[in-house]
């Protein structure tokens, strides 16, 4: 398993602005170019600092198509604007592992928690977010990119 041993972590609400998207799988990398630059431009104008890594919220499972939130956590509230919006990540129990390597192989990480999960008497939650520790433009072998899955408990 490319990744750390899951564990379990109490977790506060976190304000964050994001940007919404219904975008096929593909698209998924160039939507998130565009998504965190109108993120980060909304917390600029808003005067709100951003105090964490970038992160994608996905609300569902993904199908055909990727439900997604993305953007960043933030010290503040930001209004509503015209591309992004606020968003409050939730409290509350969590599953989470920190993955090592490719966006591509973040599938099997996902399989191998949700098995733990299983082995442990948990149950997931409808929602999960992945924070990305790593930035692609700065550190080019994905061998070492690091994303953190965050998987709140039902």
């Known amino acids: 398993m490319p990744a750390s041993s899951p564990e379990i972590v109490e977790l506060q609400p976190q304000e964050a602005v994001t940007v919404h998207g219904d975008v096929p799988m593909i698209e998924l990398p160039a939507f998130f170019d565009r998504a965190f630059h109108e993120a980060a431009e909304a917390a600029t104008t808003a005067g709100v600092a951003i105090v964490g890594p970038p992160f994608g919220y996905y ?51 996902y399989a191998d928690l949700r098995t733990w999960m299983a082995e442990h008497g948990l149950t997931p939650g409808p929602v999960v977010w992945e924070c990305y520790l790593s930035d692609p433009a700065t550190e080019p072998d994905p061998a070492t990119w690091r994303t953190q899955i965050v998987w709140p408990l039902a």
């Open 59 to 109: 609300p569902r499972m993904p199908a055909a198509t990727v439900a997604v939130e993305a953007g960043f956590p933030v010290s503040a509230p930001v209004a509503d604007g015209a591309g992004a919006h606020r968003l409050v990540l939730p409290g509350g129990r969590a599953a989470q592992v920190l993955h090592v390597g490719s966006f591509a192989t973040l599938e099997q990480t």
